[in-house]
């Protein structure tokens, strides 16, 4: 069974750093291309970033420049270091493992974690 535990949420007033992590159990981590969502209520999950087994990045616009994701295949973790923080930038962020295989396709998320950034 693959878990994905995320945590380094929590409050910081806008212009603050954070940095998430999300450590994987249960699966060979570094198959995975690792992805980092956000939600705020009543709208979709967003994709924030994603790195590839092979180190690869990408971010979503809204972040570039701020975020930087980055792994361990050897801890099993993936990071979001978040800096100049807004208050748009509040929501739950979840951390994702994907893999495709032909004919098949393996998805895990996290619980989520937490991000308030007041004004």
């Known amino acids: 069974q693959v878990q994905l535990v995320e945590s380094g949420g929590g409050l910081v007033q806008a212009g603050g750093s954070l940095r998430l992590s999300c450590a994987a159990s249960?699966?060979?981590?570094?198959?995975?291309?690792m992805d980092w969502y956000r939600q705020v209520p009543g709208k979709q999950r967003e994709l924030v970033a994603t790195i590839t087994s092979g180190g690869a990045t990408n971010y979503a616009d809204s972040v570039k420049g701020r975020f930087t994701i980055s792994r361990d295949n050897a801890k099993n973790t993936v990071w979001l270091q978040m800096n100049n923080l807004a208050p748009e930038d509040t929501a739950v962020f979840y951390c994702k493992a994907g893999r495709s295989l032909p004919g098949r396709k393996y998805e895990y998320w996290g619980q989520g974690t937490q991000v308030t950034v007041s004004s």
């Open positions: 249960g699966t060979i981590f570094s198959f995975y291309t």
